[in-house]
């Protein structure tokens, strides 16, 4: 083994990256808020609140959005400083793809469904 080799095999190779890692108390507070975040809409929709099905929908889409956020803060720490960036910019290009995917099959499927459906039984005794 070289010189090189030999010195740098005993080397400890901690590097601080910006990354922060969490303590007892951050991982507390993000179980907590975790909790709240999912029994608040359980709550929402097993007393029927709210009482419109889609407004329902969109506030627990809320939460969920925010509950993704914590679990990124709290339990991947993850940050904008993090790995020079490049997890924020990995996370952004994911979001935008999720994005891209769920519109693009949400309209696929709605333009399916219209163009798709059989003619109405109204529409079927009109004709001669």
Not at 6 to 31: E, P, Q, W
Not at 64 to 71: L, S
């Amino acid at each position: 083994m070289s010189e090189h080799h030999a010195t740098h095999a005993h080397d400890h190779h901690d590097h601080d990256d910006g990354a922060t890692h969490g303590s007892l108390s951050d991982y507390v507070k993000g179980f907590a808020l975790s909790v709240v975040l999912t029994a608040i809409p359980f709550w929402l929709v097993m007393t029927n609140v709210i009482g419109k099905p889609n407004l329902t929908a969109l506030v627990i889409l809320g939460f969920a959005a925010v509950q993704i956020v914590v679990h990124m803060i709290y339990f991947l720490h993850m940050n904008a400083r993090s790995e020079g960036g490049w997890n924020m910019l990995a996370l952004i290009f994911t979001l935008v793809l999720v994005v891209i995917t769920l519109a693009g099959s949400l309209w696929v499927m709605y333009h399916m469904n219209a163009n798709m459906m059989p003619p109405s039984m109204h529409e079927m005794r009109n004709q001669p």
